[in-house]
């Protein structure tokens, strides 16, 4: 209880110390300006601020403090004269006059100059004075039609003033304007519970209202198939590239993520997608996101539906790597390995959580199997290579989302990043198609012994130019490789006894018992 009181005494005297500077920034304010509504006496010299003040101030007594002094009033008592209440704030000129001048000057009339000097200061309290930029920015604006300088904000004004005129024609209603896409858009929260009706045209419009209902989907609609009957409620533009947006208020929801290998039963836990869960009267809808919003999952499923296997759509955003450095994608690793291990055969298993307590919990093996997962799958591969590539050479590659390849390609570059880990072997059973090697002749055909001529088996070692890479817009050039067959026979492609020493002649590599290929790159 004690400490308790301590904290309360301590925000009183807070509270107290803050009233107090308000107080005193009052009268200081009220002090910079003389009180006389006539007076012509300035408060500052031109060009300085209102901090750097040239106080010509004085305090002055509305009733005289001693008899024979201007408007002396015998009935108040001493502490009534030397009070606040007794004091007007005035320059010393005015202080003067008033002085010379009972009759003109009374008291009522220096008590009313007092109050509308203090309510113009309350008025006035934070703001900025006039300066001189502010009188030349006026006069620019005046004879040239356009501001001095442009207002940043001017836009973001436009849009606020038009949503405050809005709400004022209907307080029941929160309005937020925006301009997107070469459309203005003004989106309608209700403060309070908004009856209305309206009436829609045509089937398909009908068709997503029902399903704004009934399965917890945003209905679109077009404005001109849209008639709105509700007392205040805004009117709706017919044009026909308006359309009115009905949104399901959504509750916060969470789903865990976490895979099971479907061999060695090895939990894997996923990062949880955070989002909102949308209810229609027979079915709901969740979208969500997680690892900074890279991951996206959303589905629709109906109340009634007691079994737990079920269909997600899980998405990757890579626009979201935009403009990084390839080697630092944030949660890469994570999403990577995630895909692999659904590739791999891993079990996906989820539960939603509303407020703590479990909705459901559902699971699927089937994910793979969407045409969506591989196109997913195979962008992540593409980048795990390109981040080998990267640091192998050492190059700096910064990471494109809108980059596009082909399977040529993606081939090519899943070959260079297997071959500078030193993982690049393969043997009869991994080759598609039999290779191709070009040889210049060093002597005349028929004097070729039996590996050229196709009747024995032999290991060949050679080096070829690395080639260039196109990764995300940049150009990467590949170190020389250097490249061994092993039991390989050398098919020539023409007959070698009718050649003389110098002709080209091209070959097939056929494979051989013990056949292997492997290759490295001359870092």
């Known amino acids: 209880m004690v400490e308790g009181i301590g904290e309360v005494d301590m925000a009183r005297k807070k509270e107290d110390e803050f009233k107090q500077k308000v107080k005193d920034a ?41 008899p024979g002094g201007p408007r002396y009033d015998p009935t108040m008592s001493p502490s009534e004269r030397s009070s606040i209440s007794n004091a007007i704030w005035l320059c010393s000129i005015c202080s003067i006059k008033i002085d010379l001048d009972e009759a003109r000057y009374t008291a009522p009339l220096l008590r009313e100059w007092k109050r ?28 040239t039609g356009h501001p001095q300088k442009l207002l940043t904000k001017g836009i973001q004004n436009v849009h606020t003033a038009t949503a405050r005129a809005i709400e004022q024609k209907d307080p029941r209603f929160e309005v937020i304007t925006q301009y997107k896409d070469g459309q203005t858009i003004f989106e309608y929260r209700a403060k309070e519970d908004v009856t209305f009706t ?22 679109k609609l077009p404005a001109k198939h849209v008639d709105i009957i509700g007392d205040g409620f805004p009117n709706v533009s017919p044009d026909r590239n308006s ?29 949880d997608v955070h989002g909102k869960a949308y209810f229609g009267t027979k079915a709901m809808r969740f979208e969500g996101v997680a690892c900074a919003g890279l991951f996206s999952m959303s589905y629709s499923r109906p109340l009634s539906l007691l079994k737990e296997d079920s269909n997600f759509n899980l998405s990757v955003n890579f626009s ?3 403009g990084k450095n390839i080697k630092e994608l944030p949660f890469f690793n994570k999403i990577k390995n995630f895909f692999d291990s ?25 994910i793979k199997g969407s045409p969506g997962f591989y196109y997913f799958d195979s962008a ?9 590539i990267s640091n192998k050479l050492d190059r700096e590659i910064i990471y494109d ?45 028929k004097e070729l012994g039996s590996e050229l001529l196709g009747e024995k088996a032999s290991t060949l070692e050679f080096t070829e130019e690395g080639g260039v890479l196109n990764l995300y817009g940049q150009e990467v050039q590949l170190p020389d490789k250097h490249v061994c067959m092993k039991s390989v026979y050398l098919k020539p492609l023409k007959k070698l006894k009718s050649l003389k020493k110098g002709d080209f002649v091209e070959f097939e590599c056929v494979p051989a018992d013990g056949y292997e290929y492997s290759c490295f790159y001359t870092l």
Not at 26 to 47: E, H, I, K, Y
Not at 119 to 139: F, M
Not at 380 to 388: D, E, G, P, T
């Open 380 to 388: 992540l591969l593409f980048i795990k290579n390109a981040r080998i």
């Open 342 to 366: 659904i590739f791999n055969g891993a079990v996906f298993h989820t539960s939603l959580e509303i407020d703590g307590d479990v909705a459901f919990k559902a699971n699927t093996d089937k």
């Open 116 to 143: 509308a000097a203090e309510d113009t200061a309350t008025r006035e309290q934070g703001t900025k004075l006039p300066s001189d930029e502010d009188a030349i920015n006026l006069t620019t604006m005046a004879l």
């Open 198 to 219: 309206f009436n829609v045209k045509g089937n398909e419009e009908v068709e997503s209202i029902r399903r704004m209902l009934e399965e917890g989907q945003d209905a």
């Open 401 to 445: 989302s809108g980059f596009t390849y082909t399977e040529e390609e993606a081939i090519a570059v899943y070959d260079a990043a297997n071959t500078l880990n030193g993982k690049l072997v393969v043997n009869e059973e991994g080759i598609k198609e039999n290779a191709k090697l070009g040889l210049t002749l060093s002597q005349d055909g």
């Open 243 to 271: 359309h009115i947006q009905i949104k399901k208020d959504g509750i916060e929801a969470i789903h865990r993520i976490w895979l099971v290998d479907s061999e060695t039963k090895i939990t894997e836990q996923f990062n």
């Open 320 to 322: 979201r790597w935009n």
């Open 26 to 66: 009052l009268s200081r304010r009220v002090a910079q300006r003389c009180s006389n509504p006539d007076c012509r006496v300035p408060t500052a010299a031109p060009g300085e601020t209102e901090l750097k003040v040239n106080n010509v101030g004085v305090a002055a007594h509305i009733h005289a403090a001693s």
